[in-house]
């Protein structure tokens, strides 16, 4: 974040629901997340969110558009109050020219992230919701992402993971109350903590 700053990147708050760049709009700069949490997300015409991503503070997002020169395919949305970095698209390209270990830090983030996507759409593909839901609770705990280390709570709300899979909320909701009762997970005052 030093060198970010050093180069000229701002610092922003933003409140939750606020939207940091829309779908379609051109890619001006490089964003780096301080605090607080960013989906990214894609809206259908019926406005249901497609949740691709949830970034967390010390990383990275919009640098998609940056590198194919094209405009944003996903809208970035505060998910709760947070603090970000930004830099211009120009002096984010120097950064990437002069500091080769940083250009392999975001390729192989860009990497993990499609990856990511590869796993979630043959598990959305070939499995019962339970399989879906435990496929990627497995997975985010594997990469230790999403899930409190210290008690294990899931940080993702049950209308989050609706949009993450594809799946409905009721059957998220029902699905968990299954697992619940097979102890995969528990449920304490609606909060859901990983077994």
């Known amino acids: ?94 950064i990437l020219n002069e500091y080769g270990s940083i250009q392999l830090m975001i390729t192989k983030q860009i990497a993990k992230d499609l990856r990511f996507k590869h796993f979630i759409t043959k598990l959305i593909c070939n ?8 496929g990627l609770l497995e997975k985010l705990n594997e990469e230790r992402r999403l899930i409190c280390p210290e008690c294990n709570r899931l940080m993702l709300t049950r209308q989050q993971l609706a949009n993450m899979t594809g799946l409905r909320v009721e059957t998220i909701i029902r699905t968990m109350k299954i697992m619940e009762k097979e102890e995969k997970l528990n449920i304490v005052r609606g909060k859901v903590f990983v077994c």
């Open 1 to 94: 974040m030093e060198l970010l700053i050093e180069k000229g990147a701002s610092s922003k708050k933003w409140n939750a629901g606020e939207i940091i760049y829309r779908e379609n709009s051109p890619s001006n700069y490089y964003y780096q997340l301080e605090s607080g949490r960013v989906r990214i997300s894609n809206f259908l015409e019926d406005g249901k969110e497609v949740l691709h991503k949830m970034v967390c503070a010390n990383e990275g997002f919009g640098e998609v558009a940056i590198l194919d020169e094209g405009v944003h395919v996903v809208t970035a949305i505060a998910d709760s109050s947070c603090t970000i970095l930004k830099i211009s698209t120009t002096a984010f390209l120097e």
């Open 127 to 134: 499995h019962s919701p339970e399989e879906i839901i435990s």
